[in-house]
């Protein structure tokens, strides 16, 4: 590498890279350090509810490249991004590829990647539900095997990863980009009385804003079985009766909920059903709420991070330290033992939690000295 920049290519795909990139390329523009940063999207997520209100919002700059890939099976979608992200390596010749979290376009790219001889950057690595029946599990099995530099978000990640026999020289455990992203946006997060006042009947927004639940739902597990599905949408209607819902509603959550005639199981005025929600409209909703009740794996983070009660909606969670220190209970989907979280919550308050180390907003700066670090070693080893 001599006195050449070093060429970190970014990559993002879906929604929940979007957050995680926004400090990194801050972090890469603002450091002194001799790095080159470029974005490329994958395409995966498009809609402007999806991406365009991500970017804008937290002025991430506009992809260097986009991929334009779109939705498809999960072979397609890899495949897809596979092919079109190799000619792409070929010309931009990067030191290295940076790829974040667990989504197809974090593996596709990392496998192209490294068969390339390109070194791959993982950051939110070391994560593990041990539930293999999770795409997402086996995107983040296979990227940390394939990965030189890897970044954990919490201290159980490097256990996981020696005993995948990942060497733990590899390893920096920087804290978490998705808190650095809350954190500097929280005040700026959209007025959740705002959002909910002219959305809702009347007679009921004074419940409203005495406490709402927030809800948000997408995993393929939960939604695509029709039977989870009605069984979690009617215990949603239960739960809507002690507290009035926000339900932002995910595409494919939306599409099962239409193909499979659901929607009277949440047509009540006590559920504000609402489109994706760009950043800073669901970080309003999530800091005011009474409780979150969610599958998503960022959430059960962001939670904590605010310090609100979470109930995840699932049999295991990859981010233990949620529920060991911070604010989450992993529930499942059993009817009954939602309810009963719900009213322990409603009745208690919840678990205060406390905020873990290193989710203090400089995960972003670590990383970016960690990777000057690590390429100024390499240099010294080739030259
Ligand atoms: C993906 C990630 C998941 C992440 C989620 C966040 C994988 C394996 N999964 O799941 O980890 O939690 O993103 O949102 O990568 N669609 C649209 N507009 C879009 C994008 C998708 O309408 O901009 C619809 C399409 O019908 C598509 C479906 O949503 O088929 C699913 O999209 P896909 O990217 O395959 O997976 P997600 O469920 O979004």
């Not at 001599?2 to 993002?12: H, I, M, S």
């Not at 005639?261 to 999530?286: F, V």
């Not at 310090?307 to 499942?332: F, H, M, Q, S, Y």
């Amino acid at each position: 590498m001599g006195n050449q920049p070093v060429k970190v290519l970014c990559v993002v795909g879906a929604r929940p890279n979007f957050m995680k990139i926004a400090p990194i390329m801050r972090a890469f523009k603002q450091s002194t350090h001799d790095i080159e940063a470029t974005l490329l999207h994958t395409g995966q997520h498009y809609d402007a509810a999806m991406k365009t209100a991500f970017f804008d919002q937290l002025h991430i700059p506009e992809p260097d490249i986009d991929l334009g890939v779109g939705s498809g099976s999960h072979t397609v979608q890899t495949a897809e991004i596979m092919l079109r992200f190799e000619p792409v390596l070929d010309e931009l010749q990067p030191s290295a590829v940076l790829v974040l979290g667990d989504v197809n376009s974090t593996i596709a790219c990392a496998l192209v990647a490294v068969k390339k001889e390109i070194p791959v950057i993982h950051v939110e690595s070391g994560l593990r539900s041990y539930d293999r029946q999770m795409p997402e599990e086996i995107n983040r099995v296979l990227t940390d095997q394939i990965s030189d530099l890897l970044f954990t978000t919490e201290r159980s990640a490097e256990k996981n990863l020696s005993r995948e026999g990942i060497a733990t020289s590899r390893i920096h455990f920087v804290g978490n980009v998705m808190i650095d992203t809350l954190l500097y946006n929280l005040n700026r997060a959209v007025n959740s009385q705002q959002l909910i006042s002219d959305k809702v009947p009347s007679e009921i927004l004074a419940e409203y804003l005495s406490g709402y639940a927030l809800v948000t739902m997408h995993r393929p597990s939960n939604v695509d079985n029709p039977t989870n599905l009605k069984g979690l949408l009617e215990t949603l209607r239960r739960v809507s009766e002690q507290r009035p819902l926000v339900f932002p509603i995910h595409p494919r959550t939306a599409q099962r909920i239409k193909e499979n005639g659901y929607q009277h199981l949440i047509e009540s005025p006590r559920i504000l059903q609402l489109p994706p929600l760009g950043y800073l409209e669901l970080l309003g909703l999530m800091k005011d709420a009474k409780l979150v009740l969610t599958d998503s794996g960022g959430i059960q983070e962001e939670t904590t991070a605010l310090g609100v009660p979470c109930v995840t909606l699932r049999e295991n969670t990859e981010r233990p330290i949620t529920a060991d220190e911070g604010t989450n209970t992993v529930v499942g989907i059993d009817p009954e033992k939602i309810h009963a979280c719900v009213d322990e919550i409603l009745e208690t308050g919840g678990k205060s939690g406390r905020i873990p180390e290193y989710w203090d907003g400089k995960a972003a700066e670590r990383i970016v000295e960690v990777i000057h670090e690590w390429s100024k070693q390499r240099d010294s080893e080739t030259s």
